[in-house]
């Protein structure tokens, strides 16, 4: 943990405590004052889940990539106090109590530990080992109840964020200091040490009885009193200030439009205009985006998306002219109806100043060979004149009323049909026509499932849309089953003397209240089966509209978000898949207490790329329309490697990072605001080589999932996501589903995918000449040992050469195409093509030798990366652009503490960058003609950087915190006609 940046520190009252992560092992001293009580009598589930949803546990019955795998049973030390971590081998698998939640059904509600009679000689605190899952918001989440022999108990009542918080991403609160973390294949999690002091004036307490709120899922992993009462205080109490100093410093980005012909001008990778020369863009018989001119040819679009603030009519040519330097080809218009209705006074009407900026914007897009991408109601607002972000317009609920009120359903037409039909007076084209647009969007993010999380709360309706859903839902029900009974029935299940009643007490047909949103069981898969027959027919009658009523031509796609087995059965229905999805998303976005985890990306195996990947429908186009490792997470230096580099190597065919990717004025950095953030905004340079160019090469091998919609239904797997260690097979070949059995089914290629597995059962078929030959697999097709199995397939069928390093139990994964590698544990990435190398520098001292590029860090986390500026390779290329992307952050930024997970205020400019210590050298045909420069944000030249020259080598060493001109993440490596390298 870096302290060297200037923080505040609150004066320490009481005792501090030293919060450990790892256990202390059988043995170790126990203070005589200090006794762990003993829960062996009580716990219910194992640490680790070998299979989700099965309602057998253990911990939240997430699955073997969800769930606590590391920590060590025996005494645990947190906060100096020894807590006895239980060992499932020796207790029946149990370890942990497992709280009955809304999202987690266990048999647990209360629990009663007694308390050693003589020890400790007074009792006066008791300590708390534990956590939340699902456990957001202010609720209740469980009571203490400390007995004694005479008088009365004394009862604590645990509150949501402040004795304890999410396991996810976890943070100090007032009464729950972070005592445990790990990183558990999907984000950072971690345990909660809470104190609670108890009086001393009536003897020894008898027993101590633990009770649920049923709401969050509450796990107790260790408790102990003590004779020794002392607040919980965190070991780093205090805020923390982000300001200048050596390793922290001003860059200028007081005018960051990219110069024309400069190395940062990418337009070069941006065919001239006008967009739409080469026909339509359609799907082709290969089941890939092409224009319609050339359907043989697939196309490949990077974009970039911009909310409200629109340029004013008089900035439309700098702004277009900064897209085309950023080497864009494609532009989200995703703010299509809100932006045309600001400023109206009436709902269903568009302000003429608004069109006119519309028609202007998209006249000089596709002027310049920018292809369009609309979205043509992405708010709860629709067509209305209240703003999303006011009070009235969060209080409309339009998107989900969209799905079952026939007058939302009208006004829907009727003002897509005013967007489309409108005839853009400096194109002579209504949009519906405009062979520019990739892709027509109905919505943007409106899945039920997705949405539920804001519309129900712990099982119980929390807006009127929810009440909305609600009832169509008991109607659903009503027509399936006719009676109570029947439901009853069907909501029963069995698993050998154990009976399990899904429908609750005293609740009719009339009366259901809300299944959980990720359950497993046959409440949750009819939910399931509801929310799929509800988009899909929702879709179908949007599509049919656009199609026949308007005519609309271009690709039409609902659903781009949410990665369940629901989701990607409703996207069946689509002739394309589009995707969002982000590592470490915010909590609040830059409000005070909004919170990020701040782990790496690649620690986790680059865990959301996989889980996006597969949700791609084999024979559909897949595009990804938002992807980020968003401002402030400390390691998104490797967002510009990881998200690119797959994406290539899946083939998918648009990529846009999200929001705001160039920066026409200086302001501060805000979360998904990439222009102003040099590290994410040199991730878009990265991107637009590895991944536009083409540098890195699409998989050459696919393995399909196969998803039939009756069996994932009846599995109660649907409301899950596919087994996370199959989906890291993105990081080796091409991954994607084959679906059947949805309700309504849009026309797909025909393809013949190298593998098909059934991610329920484990099977795996291989394709041989055209034949599949059943090869069998692990029982669990959600354990490590499934994706070992695959790949043991794809070696024995040479898909893998045998010199291919990956290995799913090391976390080591090497693509098919020998370009990309990705280590778990050393936090590395290597790029390495003709045209570009790349690597993530994780630690100090750490070096690459990655061929032509070799790099060794001197400081801070980095990624490095060279590229080729023209169409030879980095060897014979006379000019290359190199980045060096650290960590950025505001002036004045202040977060609770130096772990940076809790944001209190989002500061100002200037934007201070971290600095780099990196020794690099290049292997060159020339290289005594070599000159290296560090650039400006504009891309202009300022310092220029001393080289070694030893045989075919340039070497420097680059310290970003001495340059004179100030830090950069930009460098650009020329050979100099007839001059020698200086």
Not at 882 to 907: C, H, Q
Request: hydrophobic residues 40%; charged residues 20%; glycine residues 10%.
């Amino acid at each position: 943990m870096d302290r060297r940046m200037c923080f505040l520190r609150a004066l320490p009252l009481g005792l501090l405590l030293l919060l450990a992560a790892a256990g202390r092992g059988v043995g170790a001293p126990v203070p005589a004052g200090d006794v762990p009580l003993d829960l062996a009598g009580v716990v219910n589930r194992g640490l680790y889940d070998p299979i989700p949803g099965d309602g057998k546990g253990g911990w939240s019955d997430q699955g073997p990539t969800n769930c606590i795998t590391r920590i060590q049973p025996g005494l645990l030390e947190a906060g100096g106090l020894p807590f006895d971590v239980l060992d499932p081998k020796q207790h029946g698998g149990r370890a942990v109590a497992v709280f009955n939640g809304a999202n987690c059904a266990t048999s647990l509600s209360a629990l009663t530990l007694k308390v050693p009679q003589g020890k400790p000689a007074q009792v006066r605190a008791l300590y708390l080992l534990h956590t939340l899952v699902w456990g957001g918001g202010d609720k209740s989440f469980g009571t203490i109840r400390v007995n004694y022999p005479t008088g009365p108990a004394v009862t604590f009542d645990l509150k949501v964020g402040r004795d304890a918080a999410d396991w996810w991403g976890p943070h100090d609160v007032a009464n729950g200091q972070v005592a445990y973390t790990e990183n558990n294949g999907e984000a950072k999690v971690g345990l909660y040490l809470s104190g609670f002091e108890l009086p001393v004036d009536r003897g020894r307490p008898r027993n101590i009885t633990l009770a649920t709120a049923g709401g969050p899922t509450w796990i107790v992993v260790a408790a102990t009193v003590s004779s020794k009462w002392h607040p919980v205080r965190s070991a780093e109490s205090g805020p923390w200030v982000a300001q200048a100093d050596q390793q922290w410093r001003p860059i200028d980005q007081s005018d960051a439009q990219v110069k024309a012909g400069t190395a940062l001008d990418l337009s070069f990778l941006v065919e001239p205009g006008p967009a739409g020369k080469h026909g339509a863009v359609i799907i082709n018989k290969q089941g890939q985006l092409a224009f319609a001119d050339e359907p043989e040819n697939p196309v490949r679009f990077r974009g970039a998306v911009w909310g409200l603030d629109w340029p004013a009519n008089d900035q439309i040519g700098a702004f277009v002219d900064q897209l085309r330097r950023g080497g864009y080809n494609a532009f989200r218009l995703g703010d299509m109806a809100p932006f045309l209705m600001m400023g109206s006074k009436e709902d269903l009407v568009f302000n003429p100043v608004q069109w006119e900026r519309w028609d202007r914007l998209l006249a000089a897009l596709r002027k310049a060979g920018i292809y369009l991408a609309v979205d043509l109601s992405s708010t709860g607002t629709l067509f209305h004149k209240a703003m999303p972000w006011t009070a009235e317009g969060k209080a409309l609920h339009l998107s989900t009323a969209l799905y079952f009120d026939p007058a939302v359903q009208e006004e829907w037409k009727r003002g897509v049909r005013m967007e489309l039909e409108h005839i853009n007076p400096l194109t002579g084209l209504a949009l519906k026509d405009d062979p520019s647009v990739i892709r027509f969007a109905v919505r943007n993010e409106p899945g039920l499932q997705f949405q539920a999380q804001w519309f129900w709360k712990d099982g119980k309706v929390a807006s009127p849309s929810g009440q909305l859903v609600l009832d169509h839902f008991r109607v659903w029900l009503r027509q399936r089953y006719q009676t109570t009974a029947k439901l009853s029935a069907a909501w029963t299940t069995r698993d050998g003397d154990r009976v399990h009643h899904w429908l609750k007490d005293g609740q009719t047909l009339p009366t259901v209240a809300p299944p959980p949103l990720y359950g497993t069981g046959p409440d949750t898969s009819d939910l399931m089966r509801f929310f799929l027959e509800t988009e899909q027919h929702t879709y179908q009658w949007m599509s049919q509209y656009l199609r026949q009523d308007l005519g609309v031509k271009a690709p039409i796609v609902d659903y781009n978000n949410t990665v369940t087995g629901e989701a990607i059965l409703a996207r069946n229905a689509c002739p394309l898949v589009e995707i969002h999805g982000y590592h470490d998303h915010p909590t609040n976005y830059k409000s005070p207490g909004s919170h990020q985890a701040n782990g790496s990306l690649i620690a986790v195996s680059a865990d959301i790329v996989g889980r996006l990947a597969s949700v791609r429908q084999w024979g559909k186009p897949m595009i990804c329309t938002e992807w980020g490792q968003p401002f402030w997470n400390r390691w998104r230096h490797e967002a510009g490697l990881v998200f690119p580099a797959y994406a290539a190597l899946q083939g998918w065919q648009l990529l846009i990072q999200h929001a705001w990717n160039i920066q026409m004025r200086a302001e501060p950095i805000t979360p998904f605001r990439v222009g102003p953030d040099p590290v994410l905004r040199a991730a878009e340079y990265m991107s637009a080589l590895l991944y536009q160019r083409g540098d890195v090469g699409a998989s050459p091998h696919s393995v399909a999932m196969r998803l039939d919609a009756p069996a994932l239904l009846a599995q109660g797997q649907a409301a899950l996501g596919l087994p996370g260690p199959l989906t890291h097979l993105a990081l080796v070949c091409g991954l994607g589903v084959q679906v059947s059995g949805t309700p309504i089914v849009a026309p797909a290629a025909p393809t013949h995918p190298d593998l098909v597995i059934n991610p329920t059962g484990g099977d795996v078929l291989v394709r041989i000449a055209g034949a599949e030959e059943a090869v069998g697999g692990p029982a669990d097709p959600r354990s490590v040992q499934a994706a070992e199995h695959v790949v043991a397939q794809l070696r024995r069928t040479k898909m893998l050469p045998a010199a291919n390093r990956t290995d799913p139990a090391a976390g080591i994964f090497q693509s098919d195409t020998g370009q990309l590698l990705l280590d778990r544990g050393k936090k590395l990435m290597t790029i390495v093509t003709p045209r570009s190398e790349a690597a993530t520098l994780a630690q100090k001292g750490q070096a690459v030798d990655l061929g032509c590029l070799s790099a060794t860090d001197h400081g801070a986390p980095a990624s490095v990366f060279i590229g080729s500026l023209t169409d030879r390779p980095i060897p014979s290329s006379g000019r290359l652009l190199m980045i060096i992307a650290t960590d950025a952050l505001n002036t004045g930024m202040t977060f609770t503490d130096a772990t940076r997970d809790e944001l209190v205020s989002i500061g100002r400019l200037p934007v201070l960058l971290r600095t780099a210590r990196v020794t690099v050298s290049l292997r060159h045909e020339h290289p005594e003609r070599l000159a290296l420069w560090a650039l400006a944000v504009d891309g202009r030249r300022t310092d220029p950087i001393p080289l070694h020259i030893e045989g075919d080598r340039a070497t420097a060493t680059i310290d970003t915190g001495r340059l004179r001109h100030g830090p950069t993440p930009y460098f650009e490596w020329t050979v100099q006609a007839g001059n020698p390298a200086h």
